[in-house]
């Protein structure tokens, strides 16, 4: 596709249950990113890949999040047992070898009731 | 760490006035600057860039400079439209390191542009 795309865009879900929310990069783009944005606050960087690697999870705010990525292709991002603060929208990005531009996703929206 | 802090919002200005939204930054190193806008309904998209002190970057009317001196990347137009109504974020990128390319970000300022 032209751009990087994220699904659903939209997600409501009860407290406790698990959630896995898929982004799909630029084709070729090796680097891609998964950042976070709750209400009236900035981004949060969650996680790094490097093709499907993640030199960098340092932002992942718990062990309920997870996020895997097959080749230099989709990457999953998983929150196990939600909980209400996990609300928020979850944006991926994609980059390629240069790392002089990041593209972004619509993301996705989760509210956790 | 890295951060990056923006003036509050919201800012609302009449159509043709000059804008200024502050950024400065605290980082190690020589990281790169950047201004992403999010217009209503859509998604983050790169408005301009700054690799090194002293480079002025600028699109579609709008000029930042990175101040190295004072840590600043200050977003400027000379006469906003309606159309400029969008959250804008200051953000940047590590320089090097195993999370080359990750970026952190300001909070967002909310623009809104009246007739």
């Known amino acids: 596709g032209a751009g990087v795309s994220q699904s659903p865009s939209n997600k409501v879900t009860e407290k406790g249950k698990d959630v896995e929310l898929r982004c799909d990069p630029i084709?070729?783009?090796?680097?891609l990113y998964w950042y976070r944005q709750r209400l009236g606050q900035g981004l949060e960087f969650l996680i790094y890949?490097?093709?499907?690697?993640?030199?960098?999870k340092s932002g992942l705010p718990s062990d309920r999040f997870s996020a895997e990525r097959t080749g230099e292709s989709v990457s999953t991002l998983t929150i196990q047992r939600t909980q209400q603060e996990d609300s928020a929208v979850y944006l991926c990005?994609?980059?390629?070898?240069?790392?002089?531009?990041?593209?972004f996703g619509p993301g996705t929206r989760l509210t956790v009731l | 760490g890295n951060s990056v802090t923006q003036m509050e919002g919201p800012v609302t200005l009449s159509e043709e006035a000059f804008l200024t939204i502050n950024c400065t930054y605290t980082?190690?190193?020589?990281?790169?600057l950047f201004w992403y806008v999010q217009y209503p309904g859509e998604g983050l998209q790169l408005l301009l860039k700054?690799?090194?002190?002293?480079d002025k970057g600028s699109n579609k009317g709008f000029e930042a400079t990175y101040r190295k001196e004072t840590t600043s990347f200050h977003l400027e137009k000379g006469s906003v439209q309606v159309s400029d109504s969008a959250v804008y974020f200051c953000?940047?990128?590590?320089?090097?390191?195993?999370?080359?390319?990750?970026?952190?970000f300001g909070q967002g300022t909310i623009l809104t542009v009246h007739p």
């Open positions: 990005a994609s980059g390629g070898l240069n790392y002089n531009e990041q593209f």
């Open positions: 084709s070729g783009h090796t680097a």
């Open positions: 890949f490097q093709g499907n690697s993640a030199p960098d």
């Open positions: 980082a190690t190193g020589y990281p790169s």
């Open positions: 700054a690799t090194k002190a002293d």
């Open positions: 953000a940047l990128r590590n320089a090097g390191g195993t999370s080359y390319g990750k970026l952190t």
